[in-house]
């Protein structure tokens, strides 16, 4: 399968733990987005990788929340010191730029618990 | 600032009856136009979208859309719904050189009962 991958699919943690996720875009796609989805709400845009320059960071990636994607291919999402207010489905997109319109794949999210 | 309201948190029809699903959308400046849907258990799929030209656009299972710039809206409709339309449909938008990023609406249940 050649979608767009993401690990761990659940991760139920403690408040004030640090938590990584990992997300594989599709192959040659240069564009990683990064949102996040909770209860009863549609997907809020995080952040968005072009190759591996962060390109746009939204106003809800506070200090704890950072993102990198060191070669241009997989990235990761890391929050620091959890708070139970971080608990929702965090879901990663790939897209391929440079045409007028690049369509987003999403991944199947990786569901937080902080507890 | 960009924002999507969609009008309906959950709509539940019967099987064959006709379904609109409502989406207004604020921006200014010019946008692209999508229905994203997600069904049970599932990762979230491009249904159809809105690029230019006809304002009409359809998807390959019967749902179609259509651009209104003057009232600002997309809304979906589809003339006869199945019970495998059960989902949660999302409007979103993005703007024209913004690295297409999304902004998303709150979501409507569709829920098709027999």
């Known amino acids: 399968d050649t979608g767009v991958s993401q690990d761990p699919r659940h991760k139920i943690t403690k408040r004030g733990q640090n938590v990584t996720f990992r997300c594989d875009p599709i192959?040659?796609?240069?564009?990683l987005y990064w949102y996040r989805q909770t209860l009863g709400q549609g997907p809020e845009f995080l952040t968005y990788?072009?190759?591996?320059?962060?390109?746009?960071k939204s106003r809800l990636l506070s200090d704890r929340f950072s993102a990198e994607r060191p070669k241009g291919s997989f990235s990761t999402l890391e929050i620091q010191r959890t708070e139970q207010g971080d608990s929702a489905m965090y879901l990663c997109?790939?897209?391929?730029?440079?045409?007028?319109?690049?369509?987003?794949?999403f991944g199947p999210g990786t569901r937080l618990t902080v507890l | 600032a960009q924002s999507v309201t969609q009008l309906d948190s959950q709509v539940p029809v019967f099987e064959e009856a006709p379904v609109e699903l409502r989406c207004n959308y604020s921006?200014?400046?010019?946008?692209?136009l999508f229905w994203y849907v997600q069904y049970p258990n599932q990762g979230l799929q491009l249904l159809l979208k809105?690029?230019?030209?006809?304002?009409l656009v359809e998807s390959i299972n019967g749902f179609e859309a259509e651009f209104n710039k003057s009232q600002t809206s997309f809304h979906l409709r589809k003339p006869s719904v199945h019970i495998s339309d059960t989902a949660e449909y999302f409007c979103?938008?993005?703007?024209?050189?913004?690295?297409?990023?999304?902004?998303f609406g709150q979501g409507t249940e569709l829920s098709v009962k027999p």
């Open positions: 990788f072009q190759n591996e320059a962060q390109l746009e």
């Open positions: 979103a938008v993005s703007e024209y050189n913004q690295g297409g990023k999304l902004i």
């Open positions: 921006s200014s400046v010019s946008v692209y």
């Open positions: 809105y690029l230019s030209g006809s304002t």
């Open positions: 997109a790939s897209s391929l730029a440079g045409q007028a319109f690049n369509e987003q794949f």
């Open positions: 192959s040659e796609h240069n564009r």
